[in-house]
């Protein structure tokens, strides 16, 4: 996203191209960030995941909290490096939501340039499950740990819808620069305030399908997670504009 009126993290202006003409980076640069980032995002989620049950096998709790810590840092310095590239998406909900506020003026990802960036997310989303599979020893295979229960997806709804008021809101407010550390420390919280220890990427669902271990999601759970974070992308768009009618007047897209 371009503006604060779209895009929750993109890239500030490049120096090149004529004098006060920005100029983003190429797309195929773009697409690379956003699948390098997704896909760490999930090494990070599932690696981490799978060394916390290892180190604390007996204490679920302490298994939770190795695993959020973990994601909360990871995610803050994922935005932090890749934010000026690509604008640091890595969700599709996040991507919809830039193409959504900016398509009136163009401030966001165009529809084709927002398709690629979808499907680079979901195949670096699913590497970064089998590269953490195969960091540590675990062989591939399909998760068995069903979620689609009722608290799960009111939980997706509610984390999703969060993520997008926090970003939306800083952007919306001036503060883009909060962003990196606010997301990642919004998404620790998640884990611990959402029965579903908030997914709210559904890159990031469809990639944790790959993994049987601690961070994983069966198949059979993922649409009803997919349908609960679209729902709540939409939700926290209609807060975010309620709250925040207007970009601030000095907002800035820089994360």
Same mark, same amino acid.
């Given at each position: 996203?371009?503006?604060?009126?779209?895009?929750?993290?993109?890239?500030?202006?490049?120096?090149?191209?004529? !004098?006060?003409?920005?100029?983003?980076?190429?797309?195929?640069?773009? *697409?690379?960030?956003?699948?390098?980032?997704?896909?760490?995002?999930?090494? $990070?989620?599932?690696?981490?995941?799978?060394?916390?049950?290892?180190?604390?096998?007996?204490?679920?709790?302490?298994?939770?909290?190795?695993?959020?810590?973990?994601?909360?840092?990871?995610?803050?310095?994922?935005?932090?490096?890749?934010?000026?590239?690509?604008?640091?998406?890595?969700?599709?909900?996040?991507?919809?939501?830039?193409?959504?506020?900016?398509?009136?003026?163009?401030?966001?990802?165009?529809? *084709?340039?927002?398709?690629?960036?979808?499907?680079?997310?979901?195949?670096?989303?699913?590497?970064?499950?089998?590269?953490?599979?195969?960091?540590?020893? $675990? !062989?591939?295979?399909?998760?068995?740990?069903?979620?689609?229960?009722?608290?799960?997806?009111?939980?997706?709804?509610?984390?999703?819808?969060?993520?997008?008021?926090?970003?939306?809101?800083?952007?919306?407010?001036?503060?883009?620069?909060?962003?990196?550390?606010?997301?990642?420390?919004?998404?620790?919280?998640?884990?611990?305030?959402?029965? %579903?220890?908030?997914?709210?990427?559904?890159?990031?669902?469809?990639?944790?399908?790959?993994?049987?271990?601690?961070?994983?999601?069966?198949?059979? %759970?993922?649409?009803?997670?997919?349908? *609960?974070?679209?729902?709540?992308?939409?939700?926290?768009?209609?807060? *975010?504009?309620?709250?925040? !009618?207007?970009?601030?007047?000095?907002?800035?897209?820089?994360?």
């Amino acid at each position: 996203m371009t503006s604060p009126e779209a895009s929750a993290l993109d890239a500030p202006p490049v120096p090149e191209g004529p !004098p006060g003409v920005p100029v983003r980076p190429a797309l195929w640069r773009r *697409a690379v960030a956003e699948a390098l980032g997704t896909g760490l995002l999930v090494a $990070i989620v599932v690696g981490s995941g799978i060394a916390a049950r290892s180190l604390s096998p007996d204490d679920v709790g302490l298994q939770l909290l190795e695993n959020s810590l973990a994601t909360t840092l990871g995610l803050a310095v994922l935005i932090a490096v890749l934010g000026p590239v690509s604008g640091a998406h890595l969700n599709p909900v996040v991507t919809a939501v830039d193409w959504f506020t900016g398509r009136w003026d163009g401030s966001g990802v165009r529809a *084709a340039e927002g398709g690629l960036y979808i499907a680079v997310q979901i195949a670096g989303a699913i590497g970064g499950a089998l590269l953490a599979n195969a960091m540590f020893g $675990i !062989p591939a295979g399909l998760s068995t740990s069903e979620r689609a229960t009722g608290p799960h997806l009111l939980a997706e709804v509610v984390a999703t819808a969060g993520l997008v008021l926090v970003i939306l809101g800083l952007l919306r407010s001036g503060r883009a620069a909060w962003i990196p550390a606010s997301v990642g420390a919004y998404i620790g919280a998640a884990y611990w305030f959402t029965s %579903s220890t908030s997914f709210a990427n559904p890159a990031v669902t469809l990639g944790r399908v790959f993994s049987d271990t601690f961070a994983g999601i069966a198949p059979q %759970s993922v649409l009803p997670f997919l349908a *609960a974070q679209v729902v709540g992308g939409m939700l926290g768009v209609l807060i *975010a504009t309620t709250l925040y !009618p207007r970009a601030g007047a000095g907002a800035t897209n820089r994360p």
